[in-house]
């Protein structure tokens, strides 16, 4: 019989452990992202959403209201860094909304 061995690991780092070694990094943070961003836009802006994207640090978002893509292209700098800090990763440097 196999000795066991005392170390102990939460569930976050063998979920994290699994992800790492199976590559499943970039797939989890497209997930997250999405997630994030239905969370933080609200309902209003969830319904508008058609599509949710990570493509090399751009963020791109389809809309389809013309007037919603244009209100929040105003604040993109603000939207950027309230989906960072709230992933907790600098994955997203520049926001495109189409």
């Known amino acids: 019989m196999a000795k066991r061995e005392n170390d102990s690991f939460s569930i ?4 994290q452990l699994f992800i790492k ?13 999405e997630e994030t961003w239905h969370k933080m836009m ?21 809309l389809n209201s013309s007037v919603l893509r244009e209100e929040l292209s105003y604040g993109k700098d603000k939207i950027i860094k309230m989906m960072n800090e709230e992933i907790g990763e600098e994955i997203i440097s520049k926001l495109m909304l189409i």
């Open 42 to 62: 609200g309902q209003g802006v969830a319904t508008h959403t058609t599509s949710v994207k990570l493509q090399n640090k751009t963020l791109v978002i389809q």
């Open 12 to 15: 976050e780092d063998l979920m």
């Open 21 to 33: 070694e199976n590559k499943l990094t970039k797939g989890m943070q497209k997930i997250k992202i």
